[in-house]
């Protein structure tokens, strides 16, 4: 990893593992940028939501500043490993496929997830899983590529017709001309179309898919780090740690989604 000595003070700030991490003093974060309230990246690429609170607070415990780099979801770990950037800080559910790949962090926050259908549909109205499978057979569903939603719905409703999509401004524009039946997404992401004009016509259905019911979905959203940067990791679990028992991460989760999805250290 780049690095610049910058003085024997601020090395002897930064433990072994993170010094190598800090080019000119910077953590460099890859994020997707247009998953609201997530992460949001405006024109000037400039990032808000809940990941650039969290990626900002970690930071600050390691004495270090950050930058982020936008990139599409489905391109963040290719990237990472090709030292793009240091770490993932995307609302990345932790798997067991991806941890083919990466590592990642503890977790540092869970969200359940659902589908939206169109009121007054016989989907809208399903109560339980199985009735739920039944109603999507044959419809198209939109997910965004690269998720655990496109897995889960892969492996789990073969009879639908899925249908991806890089961002989320994409599917949702499908779903409200039409062009799909229903969405797949965590509660805030599709929480956020509905409160626009262009969801006024959809509800979520009531049946809630966490980690879980099934493994694909993860446990929970972690910081993906290479693999062999094991020192980076444990002094970012630690961060982790003192962020959950300050409060920093159950502050931030409520300012975005209104409820507390933080994870803590037991």
């Known amino acids: 990893m780049k690095l610049k000595l910058i003085s024997v003070a601020a090395l002897l700030s930064l433990s072994m593992g993170i010094a190598a991490h800090a080019a000119e003093g910077e953590l460099v974060i890859g994020t997707e940028g247009a998953y609201p309230p997530f992460s949001m990246a405006d024109a000037n690429g400039n990032v808000t939501g809940f990941d650039a609170d969290v990626g900002n607070a970690v930071c600050e415990k390691l004495a270090l500043k950050c930058r982020f780099v936008v990139q599409a979801f489905d391109g963040l770990i290719p990237a990472l490993n090709a030292k793009r950037f240091d770490v993932i800080i995307s609302g990345m559910s ?25 009121k007054g549909t016989e989907l809208a109205d399903a109560k339980d899983i199985e009735t739920l499978k039944a109603d999507l057979s044959g419809l198209r569903v939109g997910v965004q590529g690269g998720t655990t939603h496109a897995a889960y719905v892969e492996k789990n409703m073969p009879d639908v017709q899925l249908m991806t999509y890089d961002t989320l401004d994409q599917m949702q524009i499908d779903l409200a001309s039409g062009r799909l039946d229903s969405s797949f997404a965590d509660a805030s992401a599709q929480s956020d179309f509905l409160a626009k004009p262009d969801g006024a016509e959809f509800q979520m259905v009531d049946v809630v898919i966490d980690s879980s019911s099934d493994a694909t979905l993860g446990t929970g959203l972690g910081i993906g780090i290479r693999k062999d940067e094991t020192e980076l990791k444990e002094k970012i679990n630690e961060a982790l740690c003192e962020l959950g028992r300050e409060g920093t991460l159950k502050t931030s989760s409520e300012k975005w989604f209104k409820m507390d999805i933080s994870q803590t250290c037991d």
């Open 94 to 118: 932790i798997t067991e496929e991806r941890g083919k790949q990466i590592d990642f962090s503890r977790s540092y926050g869970e969200f359940p997830n659902n589908f939206i259908a169109k």
